[in-house]
């Protein structure tokens, strides 16, 4: 993700630099107010303030995240599989604290307190849909602010000629002053398409890849749960890898 803004504001820059335009040309600090000014209050009244703020925290989380390594998760899974089978599902309660994955060690507690594999699976996949969800909601925050920043842009660019208007004798001034009132614009598009939208697909690409990890977490403890032989887990849960790998 670093990896991609770097190259996005790269290519920009080096686009405005090959034009012959000083960069300061764009450094317009009125058309920067009025733009993330504009996009960020149009966000706090579209949004309420927990999803804002669950939104923001999800944008860092996105920066430090690691992948998950899912071959690395199916052999600690087969660890409680084995031990199940040897001390029983409740001989697991002393090892679940050391689980690495925070999903599978809420997933092997509720295994151990619930009565029914009807019951486990339901609410396995009840926290799956809630988690789904909270991503697209994210998404979604990330989205609708991308929407409205190009327009209050414009909105910077109008203020600009407005701006412009007042001096309409000055020729010179003139001239000068459209480049500038249209780099509102520029600023409305960038902060939309370089940051915002390509934000809110990572945000889904983030969640759709963790639904499959969790799927894999559901279909292990609801093996254990059922006293699963080994070999045969081990063999449903190898297709979450070749899905990973498609």
């Excluded at 960020?40 to 390594?69: K, N, Y």
């Excluded at 002393?94 to 699976?121: G, R, W």
């Excluded at 979604?140 to 602010?145: D, I, N, P, Q, R």
Aim: with cysteine; hydrophobic share 50%.
């Amino acid at each position: 993700m670093l990896a991609g803004i770097v190259i996005a504001l790269a290519a920009t820059v080096a686009g405005i630099a090959s034009t012959g335009v000083k960069l300061t040309y764009f450094m317009q600090p009125t058309g920067a107010l009025i733009v993330l000014g504009g996009t960020l209050g149009v966000t706090f009244i579209t949004t309420p303030r927990a999803s804002l703020m669950h939104s923001m925290q999800r944008v860092a989380g996105l920066l430090w995240s690691r992948e998950v390594d899912r071959e690395a998760l199916l052999e600690e899974i087969m660890v409680y599989v084995r031990n199940a089978r040897t001390v029983g599902l409740l001989g697991l309660e002393p090892m679940i604290a050391k689980a690495k994955t925070p999903f599978l060690k809420e997933s092997l507690t509720l295994a151990l307190d619930v009565q029914k594999h009807e019951e486990l699976q339901e609410a396995l996949e009840l926290k799956l849909r809630l988690r789904e969800r909270d991503g697209e909601h994210d998404a979604k925050t990330l989205e609708v602010a991308g929407g409205f920043a190009p327009t209050i842009g414009v909105l910077g660019t109008v203020v600009g000629l407005i701006d412009i208007l007042r001096q309409f004798s000055n020729l010179a001034s003139v001239a000068s002053g459209i480049g500038t009132a249209f780099v509102s614009t520029i600023y409305g598009l960038a902060l939309a398409n370089l940051v915002l939208l390509p934000a809110a697909h990572r945000i889904r690409a983030h969640t759709a890849e963790e639904f499959e990890t969790h799927e894999l977490v559901m279909e292990g403890v609801l093996c254990i749960f059922d006293g699963l032989h080994p070999s045969l887990v081990r063999e449903r849960l190898i297709s979450f890898l070749r899905e990973k790998s498609k």
